[in-house]
């Protein structure tokens, strides 16, 4: 149960940044013994993988913070974010020795699946609300909410390897906050398309 923890946890931080709980995992399993990645996983903690993934988490921070460079940059990484989620959730989930289920160690996939489903939801919700933000900012908003989000990955990814019991907490804030934005996001549309709208 822990070890889908961590997982929900993990994949839901990459849907806000792919790759903050990648270097979470890379990082841990390579100077410390909080992760032992298992036969398959270990070139997650190689020199190249971590390498590459500081010089796309650079490239992130900086795309995500320009206005209208970060709604192109999200609509690319709609692959790589629930891509990321699903890999860091079957990593984690089979790294750890606290979950014994056998019929998750035949069905490894079903790890992949539900980390790219949770990732793909969170990547949702922060997709679709940018450029109501940019918007309703002038590309103010833009730059601070992006580093709210890296801060709710790096903050998510640590809580979810060193306490994964309070994942469920982290998880039920950011589903509110999602939902919240959602909502905000139709009022938005609704009143730029009918100006005599008066939200409830």
Same mark, same amino acid.
């Given at each position: 149960?822990?070890? %889908? &923890?961590?997982?929900?946890?993990?994949?839901?931080? @990459?849907?806000?940044?792919?790759? $903050?709980?990648?270097?979470?995992? @890379?990082?841990?399993?390579?100077?410390?013994?909080?992760?032992?990645?298992? %036969?398959?996983? +270990?070139?997650?903690?190689?020199? =190249?993988?971590?390498?590459?993934?500081?010089?796309?988490?650079?490239? +992130?921070?900086?795309?995500?913070?320009?206005?209208?460079?970060?709604?192109?940059?999200?609509?690319?990484?709609?692959?790589?974010?629930?891509?990321?989620?699903?890999?860091?959730? %079957?990593?984690?989930?089979?790294?750890?020795? &606290?979950?014994?289920?056998?019929?998750?160690? +035949?069905?490894?996939?079903?790890?992949?699946?539900?980390?790219?489903?949770?990732?793909?939801?969170?990547?949702?919700?922060?997709?679709? %609300?940018?450029?109501?933000?940019?918007?309703?900012?002038?590309?103010?908003?833009?730059?601070?909410?992006?580093?709210?989000?890296?801060?709710?990955? $790096?903050?998510?990814?640590? $809580?979810?390897?060193? @306490?994964?019991?309070?994942?469920?907490?982290?998880?039920?804030?950011?589903? =509110?906050?999602?939902? =919240?934005? =959602?909502?905000?996001?139709?009022?938005?549309?609704?009143?730029?398309?009918?100006?005599?709208?008066?939200?409830?």
């Amino acid at each position: 149960m822990l070890a %889908a &923890l961590t997982g929900m946890g993990l994949s839901a931080a @990459a849907g806000l940044n792919a790759y $903050i709980p990648f270097l979470v995992v @890379a990082l841990g399993a390579r100077f410390t013994d909080l992760l032992v990645l298992p %036969a398959g996983y +270990e070139w997650i903690e190689s020199n =190249w993988a971590i390498g590459i993934g500081v010089v796309l988490l650079l490239a +992130e921070v900086v795309l995500d913070k320009v206005p209208a460079v970060d709604t192109v940059n999200d609509a690319i990484q709609t692959f790589i974010r629930p891509s990321m989620g699903g890999l860091i959730f %079957a990593a984690s989930t089979a790294a750890s020795e &606290l979950d014994s289920s056998s019929w998750m160690k +035949e069905n490894p996939w079903v790890g992949v699946v539900l980390g790219v489903v949770i990732s793909g939801l969170v990547h949702t919700g922060k997709m679709a %609300a940018r450029p109501v933000v940019n918007v309703g900012t002038a590309g103010v908003g833009g730059p601070v909410v992006s580093t709210v989000e890296d801060g709710a990955s $790096i903050g998510l990814s640590l $809580i979810a390897v060193l @306490a994964p019991v309070f994942v469920v907490v982290a998880l039920a804030l950011l589903a =509110w906050l999602l939902i =919240w934005m =959602w909502m905000r996001v139709r009022r938005w549309r609704r009143s730029r398309r009918d100006p005599a709208y008066q939200p409830g």
